[in-house]
């Protein structure tokens, strides 16, 4: 491992504030400022969480329908097949996240030792 | 490991609170989610030639799982600046409500804003989850402390994830690097399937995956945007429309 492979250049960090810190961290600090003048019931509210969990919806579908790295080398059907074996298996088990984690990981794992 | 009972001496001192956040870390089988998509990060940064200092940073100040992912995959095949930070922050907009939500769950009369910053900066979709979990269980003055350990030791869990994969990179094999990544889409659709409450989170999570191929279709570069702010808007009409016939 070289000093680059580990500090790198600064350069690279001030980008990873422009790019990453800032326009993730808005959100929050958006949050922490209106949190206290929002009622939690308020419709406004109501409305943004709706927008807000179907934009995190859309962000799960990006990454399994347009996968990253190592997830393109999963075959299409391997991958929607995972999903939902995963969400069958998480609504017999009266919502277990780590049921439906494992039966989606194994279906997928599973499938590509088949498939050689 | 039980928490102690509200009325318990152990809740006297903040640190103590803070020491019970910190232990509870191992409550959780999502540590062991995040410790393997953080592994998953460690390893996308090396592949994708940033430093380790700089994929630690972005664990310490970003937090955000899929915000992490989606500018290392964008940086590393050309984007600009401009456009990784338009898809960082349409991803972070669910941020907004989750810590509108989950603050009103450790406030107090006399609560300082400052003193939410941190449980604010640590909120993410694993940190909403816990906390709707195990601060019933918690006395009201000492959440904040206990959400601060809770969240350091979560955040100290992906730190060494993070130096792991980093190293670890080179042999990773493909199937590996694929069942980690995996991990992100099933942990987060499950983990916000738990966490719905009304009939309108179900529809908009739903919505929200249908919707996004057909939006992508169009190519515009606001594809979760536009799928999300379509999804969403159903499911508030849903929402509006058994409102109003209750």
């Given at each position: 491992m070289?000093y680059?492979?580990?500090?790198?250049?600064?350069q690279?960090l001030?980008?990873?504030?422009?790019?990453?810190?800032?326009?993730?961290?808005?959100?929050r600090?958006?949050?922490?400022?209106?949190g206290?003048g929002?009622?939690e019931?308020?419709?406004?509210l109501?409305?943004?969480?709706?927008?807000?969990?179907?934009?995190?919806?859309?962000?799960?579908?990006?990454?399994?329908?347009?996968?990253?790295?190592?997830?393109?080398?999963?075959?299409?059907?391997?991958r929607?097949?995972?999903?939902?074996?995963?969400?069958?298996?998480?609504?017999?088990?009266?919502?277990?996240?780590?049921?439906?984690?494992?039966t989606g990981?194994v279906f997928?794992?599973?499938?590509?030792?088949?498939?050689? | 490991?039980?928490l102690?009972?509200l009325?318990?001496?152990?809740?006297?001192?903040?640190?103590?609170a803070?020491?019970?956040?910190?232990?509870?870390?191992?409550?959780?089988?999502?540590?062991?989610?995040?410790?393997?998509?953080?592994?998953g990060?460690g390893?996308?940064?090396h592949?994708?030639h940033?430093?380790?200092?700089?994929?630690l940073?972005s664990?310490?100040?970003?937090?955000a799982?899929?915000?992490q992912?989606?500018?290392?995959?964008?940086l590393?095949?050309?984007?600009?600046?401009?456009?990784?930070?338009?898809?960082?922050?349409v991803?972070?907009i669910?941020?907004f409500?989750?810590?509108?939500s989950v603050l009103p769950?450790?406030?107090?009369?006399?609560?300082?804003r400052r003193?939410?910053?941190?449980?604010?900066?640590?909120t993410?979709?694993t940190?909403?989850?816990?906390?709707?979990r195990?601060?019933?269980?918690?006395?009201?003055?000492?959440?904040?402390a206990?959400?601060?350990?809770?969240?350091?030791g979560?955040?100290?869990v992906?730190?060494?994830?993070?130096t792991?994969?980093?190293?670890l990179a080179a042999n990773?094999t493909?199937?590996?690097?694929?069942?980690?990544?995996?991990?992100?889409?099933?942990?987060?659709?499950?983990?916000?399937?738990?966490?719905s409450?009304?009939?309108?989170?179900?529809?908009?999570?739903?919505?929200?995956?249908?919707?996004?191929?057909?939006?992508?279709?169009?190519n515009?570069g606001?594809d979760?945007?536009?799928?999300?702010?379509?999804?969403g808007?159903?499911?508030?009409?849903?929402h509006?429309?058994?409102?109003?016939?209750?």
């Amino acid at each position: 491992m070289s000093y680059a492979q580990l500090i790198g250049d600064w350069q690279a960090l001030v980008v990873l504030f422009v790019a990453g810190v800032i326009p993730n961290q808005m959100w929050r600090m958006l949050g922490l400022w209106f949190g206290g003048g929002i009622d939690e019931g308020s419709e406004l509210l109501v409305w943004v969480r709706a927008v807000a969990t179907a934009i995190l919806a859309g962000v799960i579908a990006q990454i399994v329908v347009q996968p990253p790295g190592a997830l393109a080398s999963v075959p299409d059907a391997l991958r929607y097949g995972a999903v939902a074996a995963g969400l069958v298996v998480f609504l017999l088990t009266r919502r277990s996240i780590f049921a439906g984690v494992v039966t989606g990981e194994v279906f997928m794992l599973a499938g590509k030792w088949w498939l050689g | 490991m039980a928490l102690p009972p509200l009325d318990s001496p152990q809740w006297n001192s903040p640190w103590r609170a803070f020491a019970w956040g910190l232990r509870s870390v191992t409550q959780t089988i999502l540590t062991i989610v995040l410790f393997a998509t953080y592994l998953g990060i460690g390893a996308l940064a090396h592949d994708t030639h940033f430093s380790l200092l700089w994929a630690l940073c972005s664990t310490l100040f970003v937090w955000a799982g899929p915000a992490q992912i989606i500018l290392i995959t964008t940086l590393g095949s050309g984007a600009t600046i401009i456009q990784s930070a338009i898809a960082v922050t349409v991803s972070a907009i669910r941020l907004f409500p989750m810590v509108v939500s989950v603050l009103p769950l450790m406030r107090t009369p006399t609560t300082r804003r400052r003193e939410l910053f941190f449980a604010a900066h640590l909120t993410a979709v694993t940190l909403w989850v816990e906390c709707h979990r195990f601060l019933p269980q918690v006395p009201r003055e000492r959440r904040i402390a206990f959400v601060n350990g809770l969240g350091f030791g979560l955040v100290s869990v992906c730190l060494c994830a993070n130096t792991v994969g980093f190293f670890l990179a080179a042999n990773l094999t493909q199937t590996l690097g694929a069942a980690i990544l995996m991990l992100t889409p099933l942990s987060f659709l499950f983990s916000t399937a738990r966490n719905s409450r009304e009939a309108a989170d179900v529809v908009a999570l739903a919505l929200g995956v249908l919707l996004y191929p057909l939006a992508a279709k169009m190519n515009s570069g606001l594809d979760i945007l536009v799928s999300g702010l379509v999804a969403g808007t159903i499911a508030y009409g849903v929402h509006w429309w058994r409102e109003v016939r209750a």
